[in-house]
Structures are given as C-alpha cells and as structure tokens.
C-alpha cells in the first residue's frame, strides 16, 4: 500500500515520489472503504499548551480537548469508522473513549500506538530541553533522526513499532481510527512512505485533527467537514513550494502621506521611478509566489489599470473590491474560497517594502507546525507599531498594537509579513472590520494557538508617514532594496 501523508493544521507537507517499484495505480472505481486508515492526534492537554514534553505521563486532556473530540466525531460521523485503536496513554485512550461513545464503535489498546520514549527529555519544557541538552537538541531540530541519548527512544525503534500496526489496520474489514501521539503518526507515516526520518519536524498534526490515508488511491488527504476528503498542496523535494499564493494588502487610505495619496492608493506611491506596488510584486514574485490577491477601496481603478493581470510582473493577480473598508485580517472574508485548499499563504502589508529572503520563514513555519508566523524586526521606537513578545522557542506569547511608551515590554515589531495556516481563516469574522493586530491574532493567542516569531536582521521599511517614505526612497536610491525593473531577474 503507498501512503502519501497530508498534515492536518497550520502546516505545509513534504512529500518526495515513491520508487517505481512501489507505486500503484489509482482505481477508477472510487475508494474502497477497506483500505481506509484515518489517523488522529489526541485532543489538547496542558503539556501541549507549555511546549512540554509529557511522553507518556497520566495527564488528561483539557476541556478544549474534549471538545476537539467532539468535532472530530462529528467529522468521522459518515466515514463508517468500524473500531478505534489507542495507545495505552491516558491522554490518546480518553480522547478515543469520547469519539468512540459518539460514533458507537469499540475502543482496542494497541501499545504499538504509545508515544515516543523521552527519557531524561519527559517532563520538561522545549526551552528547558535547549537549555539541558544543547547539543541534542540541536539534532533535534535540524536531523532529528540522529539523537540517541540513553533512555530515549529513537525515530527508527518507534517506526519499528508503528509501521506494522498501520499495515495491519489497513488490511481490517472496516475502516479504523488509529487514535495516537503525533509522533507515532509523523513516524509511521514517514516509514510507509520510505522517505527519510529526518523529515520528521517537517510533518504536523494539531490536536484533535486526522488524515485518511487510502490504500486504494495510494494517498492520504484531509479529513474535511461531514467526512469530506480535500486534498492539500505539496511541497516538492526537500523544501520548495509548487505554488504560493499570497494576500497584498492595498486598500488603506493613506491618510498619513497626503497629499501624494489624494488620488491613488498607498501602494501607488512612487518610490524609485516607480509605484511602490511594483516592487511589492517582483519581491512575492522572487519568493515564489505565483498567485497573488490584492484588496482595493482607496481609488482602486488607479491600482488595477497599472497592474493589470499581474503578467508583467510574474504573478496572476486575483482583485477583491471592498465598497466599505474590511481591515487587515478582514480582507481575507471575500478571498477565503481563494485561500481555503492552500497549506500555508502570504500576506505582505502594502505599505512594506522589504529585502527579506522569506525561504527560511517558510521552512521555519513549516517545521515548527505553526498556526501563524509573523516576521518580527527591531524597532528604535515600538510605540509607533506593534510590538511582539516570544519564548525561546519563538512562540509568541504577547502582542499590543502601537503601546504606550509605558506599556512597552519588547523591542521587538510586527513587520506586517505573515506566513498563515488553514487555521487562520477560522477567525476571521463574520462581518465588520477585523485587524491581524489587533483582534485576530490575538483571539488566535487567547486560544492556545501556535503563533511563530521570525526574527530578522532584514531591511524593512513601512513606508506610511512622510518620514519613512523619505527613507524607503533612500534604501532604492543605494541599490538596498533593488529596482522594480518589469522582467528583472530575481
């Protein structure tokens, strides 16, 4: 059977091609139901809020975790899931007790399923494992393959185990729900696959989500609503992305630099010889985006008559005309059917010019599994932006738009570039204006989500008063930020 993984969450996937020998053909006939393995995440514990290694403590799961298991159920209600195998730790077996009682189905322990031996790791936070172990835990992050310490177990003994439990239920009359730890389904799945265990951190599965691995298809996608299957982007080889899409923010007034905004959009202020907007697009272009949505309301018709289609730039260009002003997270209420099948997307703030090489953001994000990254930079004067507070693990534990002098408590700044996971669009609301900043990212924290801080010593210029737009056009000027020459070479 060849399993193509699909995380479920805020993660972009790996997946390299299989050797020949193993490949199948996709059937025509539709799934057969008898080659369905569904593989999910127990439901959200303590540990799992404080980045704390738990292994294979007694530690029951949280009220949110209970209801991650409800919606899970709920999800699985027509997939026609026959039985449950969970681990024989507490966390994983109540998870399964309470989808089990909703679906009707019988619960069987499999020790194959445990989590991961942690050793001397158990018990203690991401930070204090760096502090502890500096050198393993290097390996970790990097080859995580290669730690050996003693105690612990390795990534090659724990796939030894998993690997015969998923052949062995792939082959049962019924689909079953193999309800485990992430990292029985990170390494099981790697090993079902033959790609390289050092693709572990790669691989992410949030609390209370699954992935159907199908057998018959020879893929796995995710579970969506009502037991629906969509399939997710890919990543090819070791880290590029197929396609990128990405959110350009332009539909700000740009009241601070008028009077040069009287009659266009912020974006369209020159900047170099010319509109700002097309620097914009040849750095997403440079990254790897290739679709691009830019919101307009400010004197749109100025911003589309000079971009057109995007061609010229690189990007296809996608316009979404907000008649009243939706903010910046609010910008993503019309373009969620745009953004909804990708991974991970891009959003760059219109006023942000930058020199940023947003490669290692995106394998940092995809890494770490996390709900959202922000690009952060340091700032002379945080109370003129959003300042950010994170661990040292780069979890973001704070955020404050624009503080007072006397509430500032970092020095660190929102440099108004994102990496966003399916997670996000969760949040934003239904109606009215909504701010990344301001209300969605920090309903995102009050959840327990995983929001990432990218720090950099990149160029990044807001150019939104007058001063900063004197300094944006110094950067072009000394060749700092390059030229939007159309068709220049990256």
């Not at 514990?45 to 209801?67: F, Q």
């Not at 992410?204 to 009502?226: K, M, P, T």
């Not at 934003?428 to 309903?443: I, K, N, T, Y």
Request: with cysteine.
């Amino acid at each position: 059977m060849r399993l193509v993984f699909n995380a479920i969450g805020p993660t972009l996937r790996v997946v390299e091609p299989l050797p020949s020998d193993i490949r199948q053909e996709s059937s025509t006939a539709g799934p057969d139901r008898s080659t369905l393995v569904y593989l999910a995440r127990h439901g959200q514990t303590e540990s799992n809020l404080l980045r704390r290694y738990a292994g294979r403590s007694a530690e029951r799961i949280t009220d949110l975790g209970r209801g991650q298991m409800g919606g899970l159920a709920a999800r699985l209600g027509l997939c026609g899931i026959g039985e449950i195998w969970t681990s024989e730790v507490a966390r994983a077996h109540e998870s399964a007790d309470l989808v089990a009682r909703i679906l009707g189905v019988p619960v069987r322990t499999d020790a194959r399923l445990n989590e991961i031996r942690m050793g001397p790791w158990e018990g203690l936070t991401e930070a204090e494992v760096a502090h502890r172990y500096p050198a393993a835990h290097a390996l970790w992050c990097t080859v995580p393959d290669r730690v050996v310490l003693d105690g612990r177990e390795t990534l090659d003994a724990l796939a030894g185990r998993v690997l015969p439990a998923v052949h062995e239920a792939a082959r049962q009359p019924h689909p079953v729900l193999l309800m485990t730890h992430v990292a029985p389904v990170r390494v099981g799945v790697l090993a079902a696959l033959s790609l390289p265990l050092r693709y572990y951190k790669r691989l992410h599965v949030a609390n209370g989500d699954a992935v159907v691995v199908d057998g018959a298809q020879g893929e796995a996608r995710r579970l969506g609503e009502q037991g629906s299957l969509k399939p997710r982007l890919l990543i090819s080889g070791a880290e590029r992305l197929v396609r990128v899409k990405a959110l350009l923010l332009a539909a700000g007034e740009g009241t601070r630099l008028r009077p040069l905004t009287v009659d266009r959009p912020k974006p369209m202020v020159e900047i170099g010889g010319a509109p700002a907007i097309a620097h914009s697009l040849r750095w997403l272009r440079c990254q790897g985006v290739t679709d691009v949505a830019i919101n307009l309301h400010h004197h749109p018709d100025a911003l589309r008559q000079f971009v057109g289609d995007g061609s010229r730039f690189g990007p296809a260009v996608t316009y979404s005309l907000e008649p009243a002003i939706l903010g910046t997270s609010g910008a993503l209420r019309p373009l969620v059917e745009f953004f909804r099948a990708e991974a991970g997307f891009v959003v760059l703030y219109g006023d942000v010019l930058t020199d940023l090489d947003l490669r290692p953001v995106l394998r940092a994000h995809a890494a770490s599994g996390a709900d959202a990254t922000l690009v952060v930079v340091r700032v002379d004067d945080p109370t003129r932006t959003g300042i950010v507070a994170f661990d040292a693990a780069h979890r973001i534990t704070r955020l404050v738009e624009k503080p007072a002098a006397s509430d500032v408590f970092s020095e660190w700044a929102n440099a108004g570039i994102y990496v966003c996971g399916p997670a996000v669009l969760r949040y934003v609301s239904a109606d009215g204006p909504q701010d990344f900043a301001r209300d969605l990212f920090p309903a995102m924290l009050r959840d327990g989500c995983h929001l990432l801080a990218s720090p950099t010593n990149a160029l990044v210029i807001d150019f939104g008063s007058a001063e900063r737009l004197e300094a944006a056009r110094g950067a072009v000027r000394r060749g700092a930020l390059g030229r939007a020459t159309v068709g220049q070479p990256c």
